[in-house]
């Protein structure tokens, strides 16, 4: 299965927030959407890195209150790990596992489409594994 096929399914929404923003902003905003992570964008369409919440906890332990008033910028993972529609799941849940991330943004000709979260890689794969049950069982109870 294709990246393309998971956001047909779940949207292509993104929850995104300025480099310039607090991090109190960026909590209030992963709290309100309940979200695990922001995609940084300065137009909602580039996408400049990604803040999470393990980002704000750690960042929480280092630089204990004073957190709260610095920016998004001084926090957030630039860069990182994307995807592209056409990628497999597989693919995905690979980068998923070795860089030990949540959330992977899918861009496409440079222009961020969705994101990919660990909690759709789990739905997608008991889907699927339901799907491949009931065909066993369907071809189990025709020849019985």
């Known amino acids: 299965m294709k990246v393309a096929n998971i956001l047909a399914g779940k949207g292509s929404a993104v929850e995104t927030i300025a480099p310039d923003a607090t991090i109190e902003r960026a909590t209030q905003r992963l709290r309100a959407a309940n979200v695990g992570a922001l995609?940084?964008?300065?137009?909602?369409k580039h996408f400049k890195g990604?803040?999470?919440?393990?980002?704000?906890?750690?960042?929480?332990g280092k630089h204990g209150r004073a957190l709260l008033d610095m920016k998004v910028r001084d926090l957030m993972r630039q860069g990182g790990?994307?995807?592209?529609?056409?990628?497999?799941?597989?693919?995905?849940?690979?980068q998923m596992t070795?860089?030990?991330?949540?959330?992977?943004?899918?861009i496409d000709q440079g222009e961020l489409r969705g994101i990919v979260s660990i909690g759709d890689v789990v739905k997608n794969r008991l889907d699927e594994t339901e799907?491949?049950?009931n065909v066993l069982r369907d071809i189990y109870l025709a020849r019985g």
């Open 50 to 60: 990604l803040i999470s919440e393990r980002d704000i906890v750690y960042g929480l």
């Open 39 to 44: 995609v940084v964008s300065t137009d909602e």
């Open 131 to 133: 799907r491949e049950v």
């Open 98 to 106: 070795r860089l030990r991330v949540r959330h992977i943004p899918v």
């Open 81 to 94: 790990p994307t995807c592209s529609p056409e990628n497999t799941l597989e693919h995905v849940m690979r």
